[in-house]
């Protein structure tokens, strides 16, 4: 196995009273994509901005491609590619300029028109970066973390406040990025975000990892159930369904059953089975299975987003 | 170099689209100009006033004098040369002369409360040696012509200079065979009464660099705190003495654009006079936007937003415009305002030293307590900004 392109280990972070981020661990291997999951103020961005050599942690190592973060900030912005949460560039500036201009930072650099291509903004690439749409912004913030072609990009909620077509669009631009080899730390709050898009991520709440692994891994690690629904039906009681095979429990509420299983196959089959017998149709009827936003909801008994 | 470049070029893109900073450093101060420029250079006669002084009891004096001022009366050929290169070559242009004859403290007397702008004194011996013939003694004794003038007049000296010698040399030439008998010789006077013009092009000048300072130092420099520009920089190994460097660079080149501009107009439009040297002149500006970049530097440390800063800006300008004499000279002013406040605003050394320099070419070692009071401000103003600087908003 490579060594980690990302290693973070006990990190604190303090403001205050407040222990912002206290005590975190992990480590992304090359090519990944890694998400850090969790709610507003949870500590992803301040983890992320002490990874990225902007901010001095009160505690812990960080190490970026061979290199100790804490002690050699400067050497590690040569190497990584940052999209900070919410920035706007100089406004009057063309896309074009302002590659220019961030390329000029850097000892090696890529040209714009090729780094403007990469986010299909040749249409947008010498007007005022100010006129562009939130979509747009955002590529252009990519492209801009790009422009040293690092081999770590840091995306820091890059499609908060987007509209669903945007932020697929930027979804394309992160696999893309994936398909180039590039090792991308990606924080979100959008769990559906991170389903989609995360080889492995952790989740953070109130400055701690609360979970980590594929998304896929957590959830079921943390459900081995899904539910059943369907409209209310009268001849389907209470009784009767809870005496189904691997029912656990009933819930009616808003004119809906839903029926908690930990065997969902066996539990629907049986259901199926019942309603023919009573010789009724359960109109409605869909299985679910647990989200992300069920794991994080049996992990810190709230919503991601509220 | 390549990433200073860059910065510069972005801020200067920033900064011409930033009409409140583009209209408070250039456009509104050439408005000033232009406005009190006409309002009172229309009292400035465009008649050159010479009073003759004739202390020649003999013929010659007379005579010389008569000829003087027979000059704006004449319709005088003028060499083809100079005719081809001016435009108004019909006008006779020394019909602007009016001569005054009188007695000598009176006429260098008005001289100094500027009611003339020359005085010609034609000396007592002017008949004595241009009549003695060829009995001179050798060496041959010298008459002297007397041209009192104001040194700051710098068009009207070549000017008088150049009509006074022909005019010598000819009577020379009539009355004697020696040559280079008649000289003339110019005296300085120093009292010169300042046209308000020449008064305010100091004070407008120290006012531009002052917006500068206060309008274009910093809301652009807070708007890319707030927006998260300098945050983002922070994450490239772009080092921060670079982005300072071009954030100041760009602003000493506005500030010697704007007073570029002001002087150009002041001087080519208004003939005001610079008497000091330019480089004290120069010197001046620069210290002088320095201290208000320092104090653009501090405002951008400790306001919360643009908009406060903004607020500050407006609230420092007019009190400070009122009270610095940029405008009038501050004379009777309550005294506890006279004695503590004036003494704490800026622009007051920076407007009295750009004046002294302009118009009367005060030495810097009289000018201390000018310099060391600006030094003290950029000394101030950039330790508290250094210390209150905060590169991104706080959480």
């Known amino acids: ?306 | 170099m390549r990433a200073l470049r860059e910065l510069y070029w972005a801020n200067l893109s920033e900064f011409l689209s930033n009409k409140r900073a583009l209209g408070l450093t250039i456009a509104f101060p050439v408005l000033f100009i232009v406005i009190f420029g006409l309002v009172f250079t229309n009292q400035d006669k465009q008649e050159a006033r010479i009073g003759l002084v004739i202390e020649d009891t003999g013929p010659v004096g007379e005579q010389l004098a008569g000829k003087l001022e027979a000059l704006p009366k004449e319709d005088v050929p003028k060499p083809s040369a100079v005719a081809s290169s001016t435009t108004d070559s019909d006008r006779n242009p020394l019909s602007s002369l009016v001569f005054r004859r009188g007695e000598k403290t009176a006429l260098l007397d008005d001289l100094n409360n500027a009611r003339l702008d020359a005085v010609i004194v034609l000396p007592s011996n002017l008949s004595a040696v241009l009549l003695a013939g060829g009995d001179l003694p050798n060496p041959a004794p010298q008459a002297e012509v007397e041209l009192h003038i104001d040194p700051a007049r710098q068009t009207l000296i070549p000017f008088m200079e150049g009509v006074l010698t022909p005019v010598l040399r000819g009577v020379e030439a009539e009355v004697t065979e020696e040559p280079q008998i008649l000289t003339l010789k110019r005296f300085n006077t120093n009292a010169r009464e300042l046209r308000t013009i020449d008064y305010l092009l100091p004070g407008i000048l120290a006012m531009s660099i002052m917006q500068l300072g206060l309008f274009a130092t910093a809301q652009p420099l807070i708007a890319l705190r707030v927006g998260g520009v300098l945050k983002r920089l922070g994450a490239t190994p772009l080092r921060r003495s670079t982005l300072l460097v071009a954030y100041v660079a760009l602003r000493l080149t506005v500030a010697l654009l704007q007073t570029a501009i002001i002087i150009a107009i002041g001087t080519l439009l208004f003939k005001v006079a610079i008497v000091g040297s330019w480089l004290a002149l120069a010197g001046w500006l620069f210290l002088g936007t320095l201290v208000f970049l320092a104090i653009g530097f501090f405002m951008a440390a400790v306001a919360k937003n643009e908009e406060s800063a903004i607020a500050a800006a407006n609230v420092i300008n007019l009190p400070m415009l009122l009270l610095s004499g940029v405008f009038f000279p501050i004379n009777h002013l309550p005294m506890v305002v006279e004695k503590f406040l004036i003494p704490l605003i800026p622009l007051n050394y920076l407007a009295d030293a750009l004046r002294h320099v302009m118009v009367d070419a005060t030495p810097l070692h009289s000018m201390q307590t000018n310099l060391l009071a600006l030094l003290a401000w950029i000394v101030v103003m950039t330790a508290l900004a250094v210390r209150f600087f905060r590169w991104e908003e706080s959480r």
């Not at chain 1, 019942?274 to 992300?292: F, I, K, M, N, Y």
């Open chain 1, 1 to 306: 196995m490579n060594k980690p392109a990302i290693e973070v280990a006990d990190l604190v972070k303090i403001y205050g009273e407040l222990r912002a981020v206290d005590g975190i661990s992990f480590a992304v291997d090359p090519g990944q994509v890694f998400g850090l999951l969790g709610p507003n103020g949870a500590g992803k961005s301040t983890t992320v901005e002490m990874i990225e050599g902007l901010r001095k942690p009160d505690g812990g190592s960080i190490t970026l491609l061979g290199v100790d973060v804490v002690r050699q900030p400067q050497r590690v912005k040569e190497l990584i590619g940052v999209q900070l949460q919410s920035t706007a560039f100089f406004k009057q500036l063309s896309a074009r300029r302002l590659l220019r201009l961030f390329g000029s930072f850097f000892k090696k650099s890529l040209p714009p028109d090729q780094l403007i291509a990469w986010v299909n903004l040749e249409e947008k690439a010498d007007a005022p970066s100010a006129a562009l749409s939130g979509g747009q912004r955002q590529r252009l913030a990519i492209a801009i973390a790009l422009v040293n072609d690092p081999q770590v990009v840091f995306l820091d909620e890059p499609t908060t406040g987007l509209d669903p077509q945007a932020r697929r669009s930027l979804w394309d631009v992160i696999r893309r990025l994936r398909a180039e080899g590039k090792t991308v730390l990606l924080t979100t709050h959008y769990l559906e975000e991170a389903e989609q898009l995360c080889d492995r991520l952790v989740i953070i709440d109130h400055g701690r990892i609360i979970a980590s692994g594929t998304a896929d891994g957590l959830i079921h690690e943390h459900f081995e159930r899904a539910s059943v629904e369907f409209f209310n039906e009268p001849k389907l009681t209470h009784e009767r369904l809870a005496s189904l095979p691997g029912a656990d429990k009933v819930e009616e509420a808003n004119g809906r059953m839903t029926l908690y299983s930990g065997d969902v196959a066996h539990t629907t089959r049986a259901l199926l089975s019942l309603a023919d017998e009573l010789g009724v149709a359960p109109r409605g009827l869909s299985v679910h299975s647990a989200t992300l936003e069920d794991v994080f909801l049996k992990l810190t008994g709230k919503h991601l987003r509220e």
